[in-house]
């Protein structure tokens, strides 16, 4: 439990110093290593930081809460198939 919480507080706190990628880098391990589902916030203030509104390339101002709700789905996914193995 301690480590979660000092984890969510670093993945946090890399998102608001850090450049975009590193916040997102972390945040996408704590996901799949320690399943910290909260982590989606930080996706959430990731793009309340860094989202330029509309482009081209993305056509969403949502990119990385898109990008961590998919990671934090394919990771309970795989963890269930996981335990049914096993």
Do not use: C, N, Y
């Not at 998102?15 to 880098?25: D, S």
């Not at 056509?59 to 198939?81: C, D, G, H, N, P």
């Amino acid at each position: 439990m301690v480590v979660r919480i000092v984890v969510d507080v670093l993945v946090v706190g890399l998102v608001l110093v850090a450049p975009w990628w590193v916040g997102l880098t972390a945040a996408i391990v704590a996901m799949v290593a320690l399943d910290a589902r909260e982590l989606v916030v930080a996706g959430v203030l990731l793009d309340a930081i860094h989202s330029s509104g509309l482009t081209e390339a993305t056509k969403t101002e949502f990119m990385f809460t898109i990008v961590l709700l998919l990671v934090l789905s394919a990771t309970w996914f795989l963890r269930q198939r996981i335990r049914s193995v096993v």
